[in-house]
């Protein structure tokens, strides 16, 4: 009996003990397949935090849109904290931080190299961490390409061929008035319902990088691709700051931030290697790819100064900084 209760107590002594040396999981949400450039950075975002933290913190990424295919509805999960962190596009998340819609402005980026040195610099590190007012940790940037639009119906050269398109947009107030003003008709979907609803009729097209138009299948449906990459919105890895600060103390924060931001190159690199792949892909069936001439690249240009009016207007010091370092 004796024996009995002794070997009790020592079970309930290192319980504690075996709960404690548990690891710490957190879920991250990535709407895009397992060999997408964005995935392959948080397979190596986790990686990194894994061994940096000895594996007391685990992270399981759930690609694929496995937690929703809803850019807009997986930024409110994450906000609420219902969500650890997930990687989605600026253009949703601008909804609840607005300060972030100056990286969206349409042709606001002169090239890429701008776009990295404002993002990476006093500029874009800021407004990271001001996304803390609004309930978030914002983690890192990650490379998102040119958007471009495509289409079912016919070739675009000039802003005027856009007329009449309906455009699947993301959910997001700039992208409905950007599409728009250029005289399509901006129509805001969730992303993984593109091809069915292209597919169906229900949309003409819509406007994404080479990447996400052949990842998707979109360029099977949709055979016409306009490289007019109005906009170079940058992709975002943010946390929920209410689930970051139940379960993790400042260190831990600290580490993972600096693993996200250590991803960044990588993705760059995957994010390259990718394009060109997609390229060829699309080229080889027989896709019409359209280069805009400097005069209609001009026109597109034109059709959206309204946007720096009601949009740039409100972030024009932000925008100010944008055009100092270019």
């Known amino acids: 009996m004796k024996k009995s209760l002794l070997h009790a107590l020592l079970l309930l002594l290192a319980f504690p003990l075996i709960a404690a040396a548990a690891p710490i999981k957190l879920t991250v949400a990535e709407i895009h397949p397992q060999d997408y450039p964005t995935t392959k950075g948080l397979m190596k975002f986790a990686e990194l935090v894994k061994e940096r933290s000895g594996g007391a913190i685990v992270v399981d990424v759930k690609y694929g849109g496995q937690l929703g295919k809803g850019e807009k509805e997986v930024v409110e999960q994450v906000q609420f904290g219902a969500l650890d962190m997930a990687r989605i596009s600026i253009a949703p998340v601008t909804e609840f931080v607005p300060e972030l819609e100056a990286f969206g402005l349409p042709y606001i980026w002169q090239s890429r190299d701008h776009m990295v040195k404002v993002l990476n610099g006093d500029t874009g590190q800021r407004l990271l961490k001001n996304m803390e007012k609004y309930k978030f940790y914002g983690l890192a940037y990650y490379e998102s390409g040119a958007r471009s639009f495509y289409n079912s119906k016919r070739e675009v050269k000039t802003v005027a061929d856009l007329k009449g398109l309906k455009i699947r947009v993301q959910k997001s107030k700039l992208m409905i ?49 306009t490289l ?99």
Not at 247 to 269: S, W
């Open 177 to 225: 008035d950007l599409v728009n003003t250029m005289g399509a008709n901006a129509t805001p979907i969730s992303f993984g319902e593109v091809y069915d609803a292209i597919s169906k009729g229900v949309i003409d097209g819509a406007e994404n990088n080479w990447p996400s138009y052949e990842s998707t299948g979109h360029y099977e449906v949709a055979k016409y691709y």
């Open 228 to 326: 007019d990459t109005h906009t170079s919105v940058p992709e975002i890895l943010v946390a929920s700051k209410a689930a970051f600060d139940k379960k993790l103390n400042k260190d831990q924060i600290a580490l993972i931030m600096k693993a996200a931001k250590d991803t960044q190159d990588f993705v760059i690199e995957k994010w390259l290697e990718r394009v060109e792949a997609s390229k060829k892909k699309v080229v080889a069936n027989g896709n019409i790819i359209t280069e805009l001439t400097p005069e209609a690249r001009a026109g597109f240009v034109k059709a959206v100064q309204p946007l720096y009016e009601t949009y740039g207007a409100k972030h024009k010091g932000i925008v100010d900084e944008i055009n100092s370092q270019k």
